[in-house]
């Protein structure tokens, strides 16, 4: 059990039974290690198997747990996620605290979200029912009822799309009402139901201690206040819980995570053994050191609790970091460079496209296609949740009575899984069509490869094969480029990623408002680049469509990592900056308050180079004649003020004071339309001019000009 542990792994298989918490960096094999302590634990008579509740945010991580238990010899321990093992508990213990049956769980809040709307006579499209149904849930895992949604919400700056605080809450209240008379619960329901009867039937509670007397959670940073409200009921008063996760892994914030839980850890348990994994053993050296150094330019509270990787693997190439002039370039750049991988010899399934938006997926898909590259889209249904491969499992099930071994086992299943849309030739779309015929492809190679394991193996032993995955939600592996989000990759790894769009905008996404939310996008960042082992290429585009100007920005997450970052692209490659030079990136530099000197973090900041607390340092009379010029420049138009220029723009004015038009047109939102229409009337404010003078100017000068 113990052969093979590095030093920190072996510490904590070895750590005595009480609270254990382990801060473990990317690639430094935590799973290895609270495996190897289950069963260390379990083998020494220590710990009876069925003892031990593992703790999960995923299916496959909880089967991936089980599968390395089952060749540890350690059969038995429940590796569950939270929603699992709260589900299992609520229907046995429901017609013992409730009576009856436990009610059915909704496997998606939409239509209920929509009914809601409907009965309040709210209208929103199908974007806005699952941004809607995604704000229920915040509220649902921070404990919120309709009544206290508002003041919550007001507090943590919320914004559900369409509806102010007070109708978000009207809907979270006619959503109750809708499952209230459908007779079904969601998924947190199911976390607040078994935390009720736990709360309140002390038997019960008494019940479940009796059943686990050993807690382990897996990715304890992303535990939100419910979870964590759960988990200590089942503790009860004991000690005995290992929590194993990473500060600078903490992305999903927007569901209620936080990583104060797994922080805070030593101080909720005194004397609680700390261990700190930080040997790497995914990456190479080159792709650790750039990953240090995201984290390390962080905030030092974001710092506090972060693990300094050491990189274990052989050196490898360069991280490189390559500009193109737009989307479309990119990504055929991208198509072009995997191919010629694939070409060479590194299998697709070994290769990943990750992005921050899922919108950025369809112009990769189309790349991918144009150069013949296999692919699949991450993020959708599980595997063997998806209609294709649970009708082709049908379809394998009944044929196993009737094979009688005449066709080899490979060329049998694909003739039955013809039936459910398999074909030979791979579709010449993308989109959900090749996806469909990539997963039964996956199925058809599984058969291959327990051909090739036990010659004698037959349709009844792939199906066996199948239905033991599934319960473990081992997914046979998909023979393409993978095509995920950077929330979707967590967990993943694979020896190529290409990183796209690493530019400000989408890295920071521009909807991160203040620091916390800032954090987690370098924190993401983080999280993508630690998916490579071998290969990083990043990328980004200076604008979206081919032709527009350039005018997007490298990531400032970049800048420090300058030095470590290899420039791939080809000279003809990169926009132009500047004079009609061609240069290096333009990296969005870290802007700082010119009062207290704080890192600016919104555009807004940014734009006038102060925060929020510092007073600004403009002429109060200077800007009190730009208001009031703005003012009526909008009204005589019939526009809105900040349509001539935003208050950060006018701010902005105020503060540099720009003698010329050439330094005016150097803030940002003065464009040059809008300098040609305003400049020369916001220089002469500036200098002193009466507002309404020249609004009266102009006025008479257009008079003149229609006459």
């Not at 809040?109 to 995604?134: C, G, H, N, P, Y």
């Not at 899922?358 to 013949?372: C, I, K």
Request: hydrophobic fraction near 40%; glycine fraction near 8%.
């Amino acid at each position: 059990m113990l052969a093979g542990l590095d030093p920190e792994q072996r510490e904590v298989a070895l750590a005595p039974p009480g609270p254990l918490c382990i801060l473990a960096g990317a690639g430094t094999g935590k799973t290895r290690a609270i495996t190897h302590r289950i069963a260390y634990a379990v083998h020494s008579g220590a710990q009876q198997p069925q003892r031990v509740l593992a703790l999960t945010f995923t299916a496959r991580a909880a089967g991936e747990m089980r599968t390395r238990l089952r060749g540890l010899g350690v059969q038995g321990v429940q590796a569950r996620t939270f929603h699992a093992a709260a589900l299992r508990q609520l229907h046995y213990f429901w017609p013992q605290a409730i009576g009856g049956a436990a009610p059915e769980v909704m496997s998606h809040k939409a239509a209920a979200v929509a009914e809601a709307a409907s009965r309040l006579r709210m209208q929103f499209d199908r974007t806005a029912i699952r941004d809607l149904a995604a704000e229920i849930e915040w509220a649902k895992v921070n404990v919120l009822t309709p009544q206290s949604y508002a003041a919550r919400a007001r507090t943590a700056r919320r914004e559900p799309p369409g509806v102010d605080l007070t109708a978000m809450a009207r809907l979270f209240e006619a959503y109750e009402e809708v499952k209230q008379r459908r007779g079904v619960i969601d998924f947190e329901d199911v976390l607040l139901l078994t935390v009720g009867i736990l709360d309140e039937r002390e038997d019960i509670a008494r019940a479940v201690r009796g059943q686990y007397r050993q807690f382990v959670v897996d990715e304890y940073q992303d535990v939100n206040d419910l979870q964590q409200r759960l988990l200590e009921l089942w503790l009860g008063e004991r000690t005995d819980l290992c929590v194993v996760g990473d500060p600078a892994q903490t992305i999903y914030s927007f569901t209620g995570a936080s990583p104060r839980h797994l922080v805070g850890f030593p101080q909720r348990f005194p004397g609680a053994h700390v261990v700190r994994l930080v040997r790497n053993y995914r990456s190479s050296p080159q792709i650790v050191a750039l990953a240090n150094t995201i984290v390390a330019s962080g905030t030092q509270a974001a710092r506090d609790g972060a693990v300094r990787l050491l990189a274990q693997g052989e050196p490898g190439p360069e991280p490189v970091l390559e500009s193109h002039p737009d989307d479309p370039s990119e990504a055929a750049a991208v198509a072009a460079r995997i191919r010629q991988l694939v070409d060479e010899g590194t299998p697709p399934s070994e290769i990943a496209i990750l992005f921050r938006t899922n919108a950025q997926s369809e112009v990769h898909e189309n790349a991918l296609s144009d150069a013949g590259v296999p692919y699949l889209v991450r993020g959708g249904d599980r595997f063997f949740a998806r209609k294709e491969v649970r009708d082709a499992i049908l379809l394998l099930r009944g044929a196993a009575r009737s094979d009688d071994g005449t066709k080899p086992l490979g060329e049998l299943a694909r003739d039955v899984i013809t039936g459910a849309g398999w074909s030979h030739d791979p579709p010449a779309g993308g989109g959900a069509t090749r996806e469909r015929w990539e997963s039964l492809t996956a199925l058809a190679t599984l058969a291959d490869d327990l051909e090739t394991a036990a010659p004698e193996a037959r349709l009844s032993e792939l199906v066996a094969e199948l239905d033991r995955r599934a319960s473990e939600q081992h997914a046979p592996a998909v023979q393409g480029v993978t095509l995920a989000s950077l929330h979707a990759a967590k967990g993943l790894e694979w020896d190529v990623v290409f990183l796209v769009g690493a530019s400000d905008g989408l890295i920071p996404i521009s909807m991160a408002e203040g620091p916390e939310a800032v954090e987690e996008e370098r924190r993401l960042l983080y999280v993508g680049l630690t998916r490579a082992r071998r290969r990083l290429h990043l990328s980004w585009s200076g604008a979206r469509t081919p032709g527009a100007r350039s005018t997007r920005r490298v990531s400032r997450f970049l800048a420090p990592a300058a030095g470590i970052l290899g420039q791939g692209a080809r000279p003809e490659q990169a926009p132009r900056f500047g004079g009609g030079r061609r240069s290096g990136p333009k990296v969005a530099r870290i802007a700082h308050c010119r009062g207290c000197g704080a890192e600016l973090v919104t555009a807004a900041q940014r734009k006038t180079g102060r925060c929020d607390t510092c007073p600004p340092t403009y002429d109060e009379a200077t800007f009190e004649r730009l208001r009031a010029w703005r003012l009526a420049v909008a009204r005589e138009a019939s526009v809105p003020a900040f349509v001539v220029f935003t208050d950060a723009t006018l701010t902005a004015i105020a503060e540099s004071e720009p003698a010329d038009q050439g330094a005016l047109s150097m803030i940002s939102g003065v464009g040059a339309r809008k300098l040609e229409q305003y400049g020369a009337d916001v220089l002469a404010i500036l200098q002193g001019a009466d507002p309404e003078e020249l609004l009266e100017k102009a006025c008479a000068a257009r008079e003149s000009s229609d006459s």
